[in-house]
Nanobody, 125 residues
Framework: QVQLVESGGGLVTAGGSLRLSCAAS????????MGWFRQAPGKEREFVAT????????YYADSVQGRFTISRDNAKSTVYLQMNSLKSEDTAAYYC??????????????????WGQGTQVTVSS
């Protein structure tokens, strides 16, 4: 049982940076895999980044590799997505997700059990 509260998102200029936060409440946050997904208008939801329970293993979609960084603070039950060098193609609604207990990462939406409400990221020009 996990509840996710997202913050961040907004309008930024291409090349700029933005940090998304996802605060979790419930049991066993430190044991769960966490992830970020996004969905643009008219497109399917796609994987962005994932991090294992300890934070020692991360994985990214090719489209964001080298620009985005996922991290977690288990003491604060919070996961972050730092987005740098933003492009117009990054414009989408971003969703935080919590999965089950896992020592590795998960890249499929079906592997996650709990979802935030989403936050809009818009990159201009």
């Amino acid at each position: 049982q996990v509840q996710l509260v997202e913050s961040g998102g907004g309008l930024v200029t291409a090349g700029g940076s933005l940090r998304l936060s996802c605060a979790a409440s419930g049991r066993a946050f430190s044991s769960r895999v966490m992830g970020w997904f996004r969905q643009a208008p008219g497109k399917e939801r796609e994987f962005v980044a994932t991090i294992n329970n300890s934070g020692g293993m991360t994985y990214y979609a090719d489209s964001v590799q080298g620009r985005f960084t996922i991290s977690r603070d288990n003491a604060k039950s919070t996961v972050y997505l730092q987005m740098n060098s933003l492009k117009s193609e990054d414009t989408a609604a971003y969703y935080c997700a919590a999965g089950g207990y896992s020592s590795t990462f998960k890249v499929r939406a079906s592997d996650y059990n709990y979802w935030g409400q989403g936050t809009q990221v818009t990159v201009s020009s």
